[in-house]
């Protein structure tokens, strides 16, 4: 056999598997699997570096397949290639209830997805994450422990997705150059051509952002080949633009978009194995096949057995394997208790946006593996400490990015830079513009991994700035995500406990919303005990009150104000610090009920929306908090404007008194 009827045969394992198990499943897209099967087939039993015997191995190559929807491809090739946890099996239970083969890659559900994909140009930002980690781990540990390349393959809708170009911008800008990515460029979208809706020259894209680009024919495996040698040259990201025709080899469906989203049934199914000389059944790769490319999954072993010596004998191994393994250093939590004592010593009254930088510099001063950055609101979010020297496209000795003013790409990438291991990422924005990192916020949910996202400006307390950079909802909003811990912190001492927590925890990401403007030091006495950590506590107690006052962040301050005045009136008060819903739901129901207490009246005070709050107070409970968008003001004109003060929860109890 010659080697281009192997390569053919190779790859259309590939598309018969795919269009197997999406005719399958009854549903799926075989288009993308087809269509770039010769590119996948080409890098797998290439160039890609990766071992499917010890998948988790830190100086592999990554694969991201940022066209989630062409999964089948992706499955295909770990079952291939011989990944334990990839069998037949696996590949028959496609898009059904629990399996490991969900309609798009999913993270975690099997070794080898690096990602999860499916939003499209998700995917492609991740990568310029993985490609940051890479380059600035390389920096870190020398090209012995860590040197690899980064592939995705990317369709025309990552392409028009606007986030696509926040990425590859910012990739072009920093000169990543192990970044090499393929376009599946078939010309076709779920509507029918490109052309309907787009008609950009990616070419000349890409090369004004410094890319370097190279136009192939994706059907051509020494063309694919060749392509990749050049990408390996380059001193820049590469761009291949690969031209294939989106379910390659179906006769009758091959190059429309009938193709791309739906089962080709079995009749055109039967066809295309005429048309490929494919007489096999459904689901079945004959040992002539499967023996190569299992040969391909066991090319790496070498290399991956060559790196662990080399591991063995660094003296970096001990911290290397610390940072990959994700778990922090000893003597983190007496870092943080010991900056607690001083805040109880000195109760200054700071905005949480200055506090969060004070206990960074505690932070960034101990976890060399923080990975800093703002998408261009650093004097703003304070997120750069002494430690956080600028990384820069020809020095990347430094720990601090500066994303520029692409909120969406930034959250994105550091998706990718947690995924890769070794780092631990952190970012700042306006609370506001969480609205514009939504996206990569909830699908860290729903992978379940360590990312931070320091959101100042968080209430009408940024003042004058308007309405437009106001938050009212974007609390609510986040809360609502489901894995995501969205930290209010009260004063400095709470955001000292935030930033522990968050740091800490290794399934989930964490927002801090934080004041623009001082606050008081709500706690004064050092607690070695983590108060935060049950999500909501009683900051101030009293015995039979009537009153219960629940409050977050800045407005725990007028809560306790509140209570002073009812407390002068005769009427006793409790106040309860929530700092984190999400901590508070996971605490048991005796925890909570002695937490929310059995007062006649509860009322919760937040400068937002009440969504979310009934859990405190009731359907019957009184909030005071905003009920439309807010206004440009100085800071204290709005809260009394609003009425968002303590009079307004005095008020507001006696009424529910009477």
């Known amino acids: 056999m010659t080697s281009r009827a192997q390569h053919d045969r190779m790859a259309n394992a590939i598309r018969f598997l795919s269009m197997d198990a999406v005719e399958k499943a009854n549903s799926g897209h075989p288009g993308l699997p087809m269509g770039a099967a010769d590119v996948a087939t080409v890098l797998f039993t290439k160039y890609l570096k990766f071992d499917p015997k010890a998948p988790h191995w830190p100086d592999r190559d990554r694969f991201i397949l940022s066209a989630g929807h062409g999964s089948m491809l992706l499955y295909s090739v770990l079952y291939l290639t011989g990944y334990d946890d990839m069998g037949i099996e696996d590949l028959k239970q496609f898009r059904q209830l629990h399996s490991k083969t969900a309609g798009h890659p999913e993270y975690g559900h099997a070794t080898g997805i690096e990602t999860t994909t499916g939003p499209l140009g998700q995917g492609l930002a991740n990568s310029v994450g993985f490609a940051i980690a890479e380059r600035k781990l390389e920096e870190e540990f020398g090209s012995d422990l860590q040197s690899h390349y980064t592939y995705v393959l990317a369709g025309d809708g990552c392409l028009m997705e606007g986030i696509s170009h926040e990425a590859i911008a910012l990739a072009g800008h920093?000169?990543?150059?192990?970044?090499?990515?393929?376009?599946?460029?078939?010309?076709?979208?779920?509507?029918?051509?490109?052309?309907?809706?787009?008609?950009?020259?990616?070419?000349?894209?890409?090369?004004?952002?410094?890319?370097?680009?190279?136009?192939?024919?994706?059907?051509?495996?020494?063309?694919?080949?060749?392509?990749?040698?050049?990408?390996?040259?380059?001193?820049?990201?590469?761009?291949?633009?690969?031209?294939?025709?989106?379910?390659?080899?179906?006769?009758?469906?091959?190059?429309?978009?009938?193709?791309?989203?739906?089962?080709?049934?079995?009749?055109?199914?039967?066809?295309?194995?005429?048309?490929?000389?494919?007489?096999?059944?459904?689901?079945?790769?004959?040992?002539?096949?499967?023996?190569?490319?299992?040969?391909?999954?066991?090319?790496?072993?070498?290399?991956?057995?060559?790196?662990?010596?080399?591991?063995?004998?660094?003296?970096?191994?001990?911290?290397?394997?610390?940072?990959?393994?994700?778990?922090?250093?000893?003597?983190?939590?007496?870092?943080?208790?010991?900056?607690?004592?001083?805040?109880?010593?000195?109760?200054?009254?700071?905005?949480?946006?200055?506090?969060?930088?004070?206990?960074?510099?505690?932070?960034?001063?101990?976890?060399?593996?923080?990975?800093?950055?703002?998408?261009?609101?650093?004097?703003?979010?304070?997120?750069?400490?002494?430690?956080?020297?600028?990384?820069?496209?020809?020095?990347?000795?430094?720990?601090?990015?500066?994303?520029?003013?692409?909120?969406?790409?930034?959250?994105?990438?550091?998706?990718?830079?947690?995924?890769?291991?070794?780092?631990?990422?952190?970012?700042?924005g306006f609370l506001i513009f969480s609205d514009y990192c939504r996206p990569p916020i909830r699908l860290a949910s729903l992978m379940g991994i360590r990312v931070i996202h320091v959101l100042t400006h968080d209430s009408i307390g940024l003042g004058e700035d308007g309405p437009t950079h106001q938050p009212v909802e974007q609390m609510a909003a986040l809360r609502a995500i489901p894995g995501l811990v969205m930290f209010r912190p009260a004063d400095a001492t709470e955001t000292a406990e935030c930033w522990q927590l968050a740091l800490e925890a290794k399934k989930h990401p964490s927002g801090l919303a934080l004041t623009r403007q001082n606050l008081i030091a709500a706690r004064t006495t050092f607690t070695e005990e983590n108060l935060s950590a049950k999500g909501a506590y009683v900051l101030s107690d009293a015995t039979d009150a009537p009153v219960t006052i629940f409050a977050a962040g800045s407005e725990v301050e007028i809560a306790l104000k509140a209570k002073e005045l009812l407390g002068a009136k005769g009427i006793a008060a409790r106040v309860v610090s929530v700092p984190a819903f999400e901590l508070f739901d996971k605490q048991s129901a005796e925890y909570q009920a002695s937490v929310i207490g059995t007062s006649k009246v509860k009322i919760a005070v937040e400068a937002g929306v009440r969504q979310g709050w009934d859990q405190f107070i009731g359907n019957d409970g009184g909030f005071v908090g905003m009920k439309s968008f807010g206004a440009s003001a100085p800071y204290k004109d709005l809260y009394n404007y609003f009425g968002i003060t303590p009079e307004a929860v005095v008020a507001l109890a006696e009424k529910k008194l009477a």
Not at 365 to 374: C, I, M, N, V, W
């Open 174 to 428: 920093l000169k990543l150059n192990k970044l090499i990515l393929f376009w599946d460029n078939n010309s076709i979208t779920i509507d029918g051509a490109v052309s309907l809706s787009d008609s950009t020259d990616q070419i000349a894209r890409f090369k004004s952002v410094h890319w370097n680009t190279i136009e192939i024919d994706g059907h051509d495996p020494e063309a694919i080949a060749w392509a990749i040698e050049q990408a390996h040259k380059s001193d820049k990201p590469t761009f291949i633009a690969c031209k294939t025709t989106i379910g390659f080899g179906a006769p009758n469906k091959a190059g429309t978009h009938k193709v791309h989203g739906s089962p080709l049934g079995a009749e055109e199914i039967a066809a295309t194995r005429v048309a490929l000389n494919w007489p096999w059944e459904a689901f079945v790769i004959p040992d002539e096949i499967l023996k190569p490319w299992r040969e391909a999954g066991g090319r790496g072993a070498s290399a991956r057995k060559e790196w662990e010596g080399r591991l063995a004998a660094s003296s970096h191994r001990s911290e290397f394997e610390r940072r990959f393994a994700g778990e922090l250093p000893k003597g983190f939590d007496a870092a943080i208790n010991d900056h607690k004592r001083k805040l109880a010593e000195s109760k200054a009254s700071v905005a949480t946006r200055k506090a969060s930088e004070d206990v960074l510099e505690v932070v960034n001063g101990f976890l060399p593996e923080t990975l800093g950055g703002s998408a261009d609101l650093t004097p703003s979010n304070n997120t750069k400490t002494s430690q956080m020297k600028s990384i820069t496209p020809t020095d990347f000795s430094g720990r601090y990015m500066h994303w520029g003013i692409r909120e969406h790409g930034m959250a994105s990438a550091m998706n990718g830079v947690a995924l890769h291991g070794g780092l631990i990422p952190y970012g700042g």
